[in-house]
């Protein structure tokens, strides 16, 4: 059985995560209807992968005996003004993330719970390549500056990257 503490910090990352999900969603919609067509396909699995993050977080909270919440979510920004915005937006929401994971980590270790400190080092090690990825890119982006062609290709090129190695295990 979870402690309502756990409870609570998980039902809350799942909100975080669900939250990621759709601000990825509305990004990758930004990034296709501007024609970059390899951002937007990135992204799009990038919000899937999150919702992965969410459905693991709901499925672990339940099998153990508590409730996950489904939650309602906010609109996210719509409209970029360029790539590096957006991709920095990124970068910052996932250091955002990974604070609170540790955060979550933190209390698991407060609770006792070594069982969910356990499931959550999955999340621990996802936050290391996700921020990585997200740094990767900025300096990409960084170093093209205003290059038309640069961009042409970094939008070309980014759809073959892949946000996990490993899928939702
Ligand atoms: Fe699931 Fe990118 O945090």
Redesign the pocket.
């Given at each position: 059985m979870l402690k309502e503490k756990i409870e609570e910090a998980l039902n809350k990352q799942i909100k975080?995560?669900a939250e990621?999900s759709q601000i990825y969603l509305a990004m990758a919609s930004w990034a296709e209807t501007e024609g970059l067509g390899g951002t937007s396909q990135f992204l799009y699995k990038h919000s899937d992968?999150?919702r992965m993050?969410m459905l693991k977080l709901v499925q672990y909270v339940n099998e153990r005996g508590g409730k996950a919440l489904i939650p309602q979510l906010s609109q996210p920004e719509k409209v970029y003004n360029s790539l590096p915005e957006l991709f920095q937006t990124l970068l910052n929401?996932?250091i955002m993330?990974s604070g609170e994971i540790n955060n979550l980590v933190d209390i698991c270790l407060q609770e006792k719970d070594y069982t969910t400190h356990n499931f959550m080092q999955w999340?621990v090690a996802?936050?290391i390549e996700?921020e990585a990825l997200a740094r990767t890119i900025m300096d990409k982006l960084n170093m093209i500056g205003s290059d038309k062609g640069g961009l042409y290709l970094f939008d070309r090129d980014i759809e073959g990257i892949s946000v996990n190695v490993e899928q939702g295990k």
């Amino acid at each position: 059985m979870l402690k309502e503490k756990i409870e609570e910090a998980l039902n809350k990352q799942i909100k975080i995560e669900a939250e990621s999900s759709q601000i990825y969603l509305a990004m990758a919609s930004w990034a296709e209807t501007e024609g970059l067509g390899g951002t937007s396909q990135f992204l799009y699995k990038h919000s899937d992968e999150e919702r992965m993050h969410m459905l693991k977080l709901v499925q672990y909270v339940n099998e153990r005996g508590g409730k996950a919440l489904i939650p309602q979510l906010s609109q996210p920004e719509k409209v970029y003004n360029s790539l590096p915005e957006l991709f920095q937006t990124l970068l910052n929401h996932e250091i955002m993330v990974s604070g609170e994971i540790n955060n979550l980590v933190d209390i698991c270790l407060q609770e006792k719970d070594y069982t969910t400190h356990n499931f959550m080092q999955w999340y621990v090690a996802e936050q290391i390549e996700e921020e990585a990825l997200a740094r990767t890119i900025m300096d990409k982006l960084n170093m093209i500056g205003s290059d038309k062609g640069g961009l042409y290709l970094f939008d070309r090129d980014i759809e073959g990257i892949s946000v996990n190695v490993e899928q939702g295990k």
